[in-house]
């Protein structure tokens, strides 16, 4: 139960390839934080560096005030576990839990009690005197978590700890980790190229790419306010739709227009853009999936697409959508209130007519990809 | 099914078999190649109507002379400075080869691609060559003729650091991602290296102490120095050579076969229970370097 | 040369393509050598770049180093004691007065005699005591080489410590100055077994290659460059001293020159050379495809006793080459087995010189090479050969590949891949195969036309084998083993270097991981 504080800290490997710029973020007792990002965006290299995997190039880590930039791993007082669990295979479940607490040398009773308590909690108890290549791969990940639990470590550190389950074991075992987590009610920081993961786990997400934070934020902060392009894009599924747009300013009032079709913003946006003194600019309008709007007949404020794929979801279809200029758009239409007749409409190549809500329209210069309103 | 097709499928089972009945002839064929030497030392070192070397392979008499005469020769001795040799290297040679092949494999310090570079340039010298000025500096030692066991051993275990590419190919083969575990675990790297990685070690370390037993079982040139000019302190490689020169060989040929069938056996027999290892070195060490 | 984009090639012809590769392959040696000199160049270039930094940072150490760091530059691990590193001040300063000891007891003397490699010789004195003139010995070149080596190494292993000692002051000011602890002795004795534990594996084995290995090559490469053999052993008979590139001027004349034969050192030189090469080559290729030829004949499917066929081969590698290849040499001799049962059979009259003509011979040995490099490819193969995914193969049967294209396009470019390296060792490794050569043949039949001084080389010696017996041999011409030892690296280093640049799977070692 600590807190982590990192100031500036940098990575620069042997090369001279800057894996990591400087990081800085402070880490809160007991709160659970997840690093996101595409792979090679320096969000495993940080973990490792507060791990004590990877030397740190430059700035301070802190865990709970103490510098530990010199510390071996072992010394750090956390616990990890790795994306192919790298259990020790020569060693039964029970062993391989017990590792740690015999190096510390516990006395063999308590190493059987929190054994054991650890083993129930994660349901392995029956696992116990196998080795790991008896167990399957969600068994394996549960070992995992229970060797780093057993530790009663300030820090618990996460790498990518699902990616190498299939998808429902995936999602079983994310809702297992937010149970634990408030059962082991320690610090956590957690690694995930999955933006879904990152969302449903995290108190706050840490966008990262190329080594930089991009946005550090609640999930519905980095959803709703995302500050540049990267973090709308990357946050959000299907992805946010992106068209160039125009704004234009008269008075105080702004609009926004696009494909023919003129688009006033809301008071909060105009207030925003005034206290910026934004102009006549060209912008990327970004628009999430889920938040256009699909109407079946022409309007003056309706852009007209033609229809390319109709997904089949279940409860909502996913329609991939060209425009005029040829820009593709994707829509997300809930299937519970559409008519047989509206159904049958949307097929391959048919007209459609699509809207933006007002509060739901994201702007972003087109130079510094940075949001006009947001953030 | 059509009258073709079914012509055809005959005519592919047909094909098959004579290849692979072809494949076994071939097969016995080259048994019996590679046996045959060693069927032949076995059979005259049982012949007694003739010590020298004749053109035929089936002995006129039996009889186990041979071996009866090897042991009022240096032979026991030589045998005796033979197995001490093997087994020290095989013990040395083994922890300072694992030594190496763990550390260049496990570690990312700055010397380490160009140690690795520099120990390649080495190997390209001929390493006998360095025997003229080992064989005397272990002569102003005292470690030479009567005394070879101590200096050979000593000659076959100081370099042997430079072997270490078939067991770091394995050690390769173990994700990093155990150490890094181990370490969080609160290991040190000595520990690592015998609570983790020894343990999923053992065919190579296997494979590394029978390698190096059987190293100094079959050296003829480092010992031919080193023994240079005595008896006592021949290993069996330069025994037995020195009985196939042209004047001993008319008595000494069957002995010879004797001593090589004495000298084979115990090796053979380690094989037979070890082969796995060895195998399982070879094939994954010897390529991947 | 014209250089094709990698549409044009595609519509070459299949001769034009063969050629074009050719051409960039030989145009790739020049050019890979090239490029590794370049290298050298550039990393000597880094090197004295690096020395002059460091010289540079050792001014600065002294000017802006406080009164201990000073003092450091004369009294090793001084520093270190000043400011509480007890353990390291201690080994620096011990090893610093161990130094100081061994040069002024002997390192000295070893250092000064270097260039002449001894002064006085042996000679013979009146003894009054035994009334008789005896031998005394003085100088001993041998040693004064060996130790003045030895010094040399020395002398190294102190300034480098040295320079350590120095760089440990500046980062002990550095570290103090921003207010941290510096290391104490349990810290280091700690880090033996943990963050430097490298450090500690690799002294013992380290050490041991530097005495027995890096030394004796040194020695031996200056051995090259003075005239020590068997009449000039440097302390019982006569001194041995420096005599330039003489050796290699011999080694490699045209001149005929000593002993009985007719023909120069270079020719005969060239002639073992050349046949080398032609064993190595040899020696690696019948192996390696009829090692692999018997690795898929046993793997294929419906062939029983696979493990039989296996254990059967793998025997023959456990029994000792010194018996098992001195036994069937005299299989092969005149009145050995195999002559014996041909002529019984009746199949020859004479018995067949085997071992007596010299293109016999060298077929000979060739052959029971095979004999002796099967089973051990066999094993490298059925491993590899095995780990081609079997979906390879069925993709390339539906695409209508019969067996032998099949074997073509598919095993043999992987096998070729995969064990490019492999092959690269074998080869150098053969031209160096002590044991087949001497055990077999022992180098005969002797080549009459070259000098006997150089140890009688017989039509099969190999340099290695030559190398050997001119050591044995009555004169003991180590020079002349020396020189030929070096001529070795340097084919060797040749053949690695082209083939280092040219094969695809060396250059990412990472792929193999």
């Not at chain 2, 150490?179 to 370390?205: C, H």
């Not at chain 3, 012809?13 to 040696?29: C, D, E, V």
């Not at chain 3, 068997?230 to 005929?256: A, E, Q, R």
Request: with cysteine.
């Amino acid at each position: 139960m600590a807190s982590v504080k990192l100031t500036d800290v940098k990575k620069v490997y042997d090369n001279n390839v800057t894996a990591v710029h400087d990081f800085n973020l402070e880490i809160q007792d007991k709160e659970f934080i997840v690093f996101v990002g595409p792979s090679g965006c320096g969000k495993s290299t940080t973990l490792r560096m507060i791990a004590g995997l990877e030397d740190i190039s430059g700035g301070t880590l802190e865990i709970d005030g103490q510098v530990v930039n010199d510390l071996q791993p072992k010394d750090r007082d956390i616990a990890m576990v790795f994306q192919n669990y790298a259990l020790y295979p020569h060693m039964t479940v029970y062993d391989n839990i017990a590792f740690s607490l015999r190096l510390k040398k516990v006395p063999e009773d308590e190493v059987y009690e929190r054994v054991t308590n650890a083993a129930q909690i994660l349901g392995i108890t029956e696992y116990l005197t196998r080795k790991p290549r008896a167990l399957s791969g969600g068994q394996r990940q549960r070992v995992a978590i229970g060797r780093a639990m057993v530790r009663n470590a300030k820090v618990f550190l996460m790498d990518e700890p699902l990616s190498n389950l299939d998808a429902k074991l995936r999602n079983q075992m994310r809702a297992e980790i937010i149970q634990l987590r408030h059962k082991l009610e320690t610090t956590f920081i957690y690694v995930t190229h999955d933006q879904t993961e990152a969302m449903t786990l995290g108190d706050r997400i840490v966008i990262m790419r190329d080594g930089v934070i991009e946005q550090v934020g609640t999930p519905q902060e980095v959803f709703d306010t995302p500050v540049n392009l990267f973090v709308a894009g990357f946050i959000g599924s299907p992805q946010m739709n992106f068209l160039k747009a125009s704004l234009q300013r008269s008075g105080d009032a702004y609009s926004v227009s696009l494909l023919g079709v003129t688009l006033p913003l809301n008071p909060d946006q105009n207030a925003v853009l005034a206290r910026k003194n934004a102009g006549d600019q060209q912008v990327i309008l970004g628009i999430r999936p889920e938040h256009t709007a699909v109407l079946f007949a022409p309007d003056e404020n309706a852009i007209e697409c033609t229809i390319d794929v109709n997904e089949m979801m279940g409860s909502e279809l996913h329609l991939h959508l060209t425009d005029k200029n040829g820009d593709n758009i994707i829509v997300r239409l809930p299937t519970m209130d559409l008519t047989q007749e509206q159904r049958r409409s949307l097929s391959y190549g048919s007209r459609l007519f699509i809207s933006f809500p007002a509060k739901a329209m994201h702007l972003f210069d087109p130079g510094t990809e940075k949001s006009l309103i947001d953030g | 099914m059509s009258e073709a097709t079914a012509k055809r499928h005959m005519g592919l089972r047909a094909s098959r078999t004579v290849s692979n009945t072809l494949i076994h002839v071939l097969l016995i064929v080259i048994s019996i190649i590679w046996l045959i030497p060693f069927v032949c030392i076995v059979l005259q070192s049982f012949r007694v109507e003739n010590t020298g070397p004749v053109g035929y392979i089936i002995p006129h008499q039996w009889g186990t002379g041979n071996y009866t005469r090897l042991f009022q020769t240096d032979f026991p001795r030589w045998y005796t400075n033979t197995f001490i040799a093997a087994l020290a290297t095989a013990a040395l040679q083994t922890v300072i080869v694992l030594c190496m092949s763990y550390t260049l494999s496990r570690f990312r310090f700055k010397m380490r691609q160009p140690l690795m570079r520099f120990m390649l340039i080495l190997g390209m010298f001929p390493g006998m060559l360095s025997m003229i000025i080992l064989y005397r500096v272990l002569k102003d030692l005292g470690l030479t003729q009567a005394n070879a066991v101590p200096g050979l051993i000593l000659v076959y275990v100081a370099s042997s650091g430079m072997g270490y590419y078939v067991s770091k190919g394995f050690f390769d083969t173990i994700p990093m991602s155990l150490d890094e575990a181990a370490r969080v675990d609160g290991a040190t790297r000595a520990k690592i290296l015998y609570k983790i990685i020894l343990p999923l070690s053992k065919p190579i370390v296997i494979y590394t102490i029978l390698t190096a037993f059987m190293g100094p079982w079959g050296d003829y040139v480092f010992a031919r120095y080193i023994a240079f000019g005595t008896s006592a302190g021949k290993n069996v490689a330069v025994g037995l050579y020195d009985w196939l020169n042209k004047d001993q060989i008319s008595n000494c040929y069957t002995m010879f076969c004797a001593g090589g069938v004495l000298v084979a056996l115990p090796v053979t027999i380690l094989f037979l229970f070890l082969q796995k290892y060895y195998v399982e070195g070879v094939t994954g060490g010897a390529v991947k370097g | 040369m014209k250089q094709y984009s990698d549409l044009e090639f595609l519509k070459l012809s299949r001769g034009q393509k063969l050629l074009y590769r050719l051409q960039r392959f030989l145009i790739s040696i020049p050019v890979g050598i090239g490029r590794f000199f370049m290298k050298l160049i550039r990393a000597l270039g880094k090197l004295f770049a690096g020395i002059g930094r460091d010289l540079g940072e050792i001014g600065a150490t002294f000017a802006q180093g406080d009164w201990k760091t000073k003092t450091s530059f004369f009294i090793m691990g001084f520093g270190n004691l000043a400011r509480g590193q007890i353990l390291r001040g201690i080994l620096f300063l011990v090893f610093e007065a161990v130094f100081i000891a061994y040069m002024v007891m002997s390192g000295g003397y070893w250092l000064s005699m270097l260039p002449s490699l001894g002064i006085t010789g042996p000679s013979e004195e009146y003894s009054e005591v035994l009334d008789a003139y005896v031998t005394k010995y003085h100088d001993n070149s041998f040693q004064i080489l060996l130790y003045g080596v030895l010094t040399i190494f020395f002398v190294i292993a102190f300034i480098y410590t040295w320079r350590v000692n120095v760089r440990q002051n500046r980062m002990a000011e550095k570290i103090l100055a921003s207010g941290k602890k510096l290391k104490s002795g349990r810290d280091d004795l700690r880090s033996v077994v943990d963050d430097q534990f490298h450090k500690t594996l690799l002294a013992l084995p380290l050490t041991g290659i530097l005495v027995f290995t890096v030394l004796p090559i040194f020695f031996m490469i200056l051995v090259a460059f003075t005239n020590y053999d068997g009449t000039h052993n440097g302390y019982t008979n006569s001194l041995f001293t420096w005599v330039g590139l003489d050796n290699f001027n011999t080694m490699l004349s045209w001149d005929v020159t000593g002993g009985a034969g007719t023909q120069s050192y270079a020719a005969t030189f060239g002639e073992v050379l050349l046949w080398t090469l032609i064993w190595a080559f040899f020696a690696t290729f019948t192996n390696y495809f009829l090692g692999m030829f018997v690795a898929m004949a046993i793997n294929k499917k419906g062939i029983r006793f696979k493990k039989g066929w296996r254990t059967i081969l793998v025997l023959t590698i456990a029994i000792p080459q010194f018996i098992s290849l001195l036994y069937v040499s005299k299989m092969f001799a005149k009145n050995g087995i195999v002559n014996g049962f041909l002529m019984s059979m009746g199949w020859i009259q004479q018995a067949l010189p085997f071992w007596e003509d010299p293109t016999w011979a060298r077929v000979t040995v060739i052959l029971i090479n095979i004999w002796i490099g099967i089973p051990y490819l066999m094993l490298i193969t059925t491993g590899i050969l095995m780990n081609i995914p079997a979906d390879l193969y069925e993709s390339a049967r539906i695409d209508g590949a019969n067996a032998w294209q099949q074997y073509r396009k598919i095993t043999l470019p992987y096998m070729l891949f995969v064990t490019g390296p492999y092959l690269l060792t074998s080869f150098t490794g053969n031209m160096n195969n002590f044991n087949v050569i001497f055990l077999l043949t022992g180098g005969a039949p002797v080549n009459p036309a070259a000098s006997s001084a150089a140890g009688a080389v017989g039509y099969t010696d190999l340099l290695i084998t030559w190398l050997f017996k001119i050591t044995m041999g009555a004169e003991s011409q180590y020079y002349l083993a020396s020189v030929i030892g070096i001529l070795v690296f340097v084919v060797v280093a040749l053949i690695s270097l082209v083939v280092y640049n040219v094969l695809p799977s060396i250059k990412n070692e990472e792929d193999f991981r």
